[in-house]
Structures are given as structure tokens and as C-alpha cells.
T-cell receptor
Framework: AQSVTQPDIHITVSEGASLELRCNYSYGATPYLFWYVQSPGQGLQLLLKYFSGDTLVQGIKGFEAEFKRSQSSFNLRKPSVHWSDAAEYFCAVGRITGGGNKLTFGTGTQLKVEL | NAGVTQTPKFRILKIGQSMTLQCAQDMNHNYMYWYRQDPGMGLKLIYYSVGAGITDKGEVPNGYNVSRSTTEDFPLRLELAAPSQTSVYFC???????????FGPGTRLTVL
């Protein structure tokens, strides 16, 4: 069975500082991976995704993530955090089955940005 | 395009009551999903559908039912509400294959 671990429940960074959110996955085949962001009281918005090809993927709002197969990781990074980035971030791993496109989500990392 | 819409936004139920959470999408997506989100637990898949007339259970289906009579709509039914069903419910849709899922704004349900 597939699983996702986000080891950091809460992270606090200062505005302008760099950010890295960790994500480790367990999956028997080549995974496809997502990062979603959720602002308070809102639904989830896709930041970026990895299916194949270049292991460094660029997303919206200046985020990027790097797929490292040897480490089973898909960490999210941003070089300079803005106060508006404060939100909860979810990593997800997906698999395609005959019956659908199923995602398994991590438990999320809550990001706080100090001004 | 409205994307994925959900109604109601908030609801309080008494134990044993029933209700239907509505979900609709206007992107002509075949695949639709229902998740519940509990604090510190991430999102758990309740039910999903790969097309009209086809539904299947996800990870946490007990206490819920779904139907899919059209491509656009995917309602979630709670028959006998229990406090354990207090949660935020999200509907999502996608195209087949390794594609992103688009999420609705959620329904916050409290069962007292």
C-alpha cells in the first residue's frame, strides 16, 4: 500500500527566509506526486506535480520540488517566503488503478510566517 | 467555469439525522471523489466514481453512501449521523490518468 509521511507538523519561518517542507513516500512502482496548499477555510489548490521526466519541477507562487527516487522524497522548496504563504501544505502520492486515480495524502505541514 | 461546487458550506446535525452533501462540477470530468478531513489526519478517501453509474468504496466508506446518475453530480449521503462523522468534507474531480484533482471549497459538518 502507498503511504506519505510529512514529518513536520508545524514550521515557522521569517518572511524572506528560505523554506523546505519534507515529504517521504512509500510506493512499489514509479509514483506520481503532488503538493497541494490549503488556506484557512478553503479547499485545496495544486502547487505542482511530478509524473515523469525532469526531477526538479516548478510550480505556482515560486515553489519548486525535487523528486529523489533514492531517498523516496519529494521535498517542497521556496527561496524566499512571503507572509501570504502561511497555510497548510499537503503532499500526496497517486496511483492509477482500473477503478480510478487514487491519491494518498500526508497529514500536512502547517506553515507560519513571522513578519 | 465554476469548477467544483459544494453545498451547503456548513451544517449541524443531530445524532441519527440524515442529510445529503451536494457536489457538482462543470469541467466534464469523468472521475469524482469524496474525502473527509480531520485535524492532523490529512484527507481520507470515502468514495469515488469513474463515471455515471459507477461508484466504489475508498478507505473510510462506513456510514456513507453515494450515487452518480450524471457526469456533473456526485452527492454523498449520510443516513444515520454519528458524532464520528463530524468533519470537513471535500469533493474533487479529475480527468482519467495521472492528472490533478480539483477540489471544491468543502462542507463543514458537525454532529451533536
Amino acid at each position: 500500500a502507498q503511504s506519505v509521511t510529512q514529518p513536520d507538523i508545524h514550521i515557522t519561518v521569517s518572511e524572506g527566509a528560505s523554506l523546505e517542507l519534507r515529504c517521504n513516500y512509500s510506493y512499489g512502482a514509479t509514483p506520481y506526486l503532488f503538493w497541494y496548499v490549503q488556506s484557512p477555510g478553503q479547499g485545496l489548490q495544486l502547487l505542482l506535480k511530478y509524473f515523469s521526466g525532469d526531477t526538479l519541477v516548478q510550480g505556482i507562487k515560486g515553489f519548486e520540488a525535487e523528486f529523489k527516487r533514492s531517498q523516496s522524497s519529494f521535498n517542497l522548496r521556496k527561496p524566499s517566503v512571503h507572509w501570504s504563504d502561511a497555510a497548510e501544505y499537503f503532499c500526496a502520492v497517486g496511483r492509477i488503478t482500473g477503478g480510478g486515480n487514487k491519491l494518498t495524502f500526508g497529514t500536512g505541514t502547517q506553515l507560519k510566517v513571522e513578519l | 467555469n465554476a469548477g467544483v461546487t459544494q453545498t451547503p458550506k456548513f451544517r449541524i446535525l443531530k445524532i441519527g439525522q440524515s442529510m445529503t452533501l451536494q457536489c457538482a462540477q462543470d469541467m466534464n470530468h469523468n472521475y469524482m471523489y469524496w474525502y473527509r478531513q480531520d485535524p492532523g489526519m490529512g484527507l481520507k478517501l470515502i468514495y469515488y466514481s469513474v463515471g455515471a453509474g459507477i461508484t466504489d468504496k475508498g478507505e473510510v466508506p462506513n456510514g456513507y453512501n453515494v450515487s452518480r446518475s450524471t457526469t456533473e453530480d456526485f452527492p454523498l449521503r449520510l443516513e444515520l449521523a454519528a458524532p464520528s462523522q463530524t468533519s470537513v468534507y471535500f469533493c474533487a474531480s479529475s480527468l482519467p490518468g495521472p492528472n490533478e484533482q480539483f477540489f471544491g471549497p468543502g462542507t463543514r459538518l458537525t454532529v451533536l
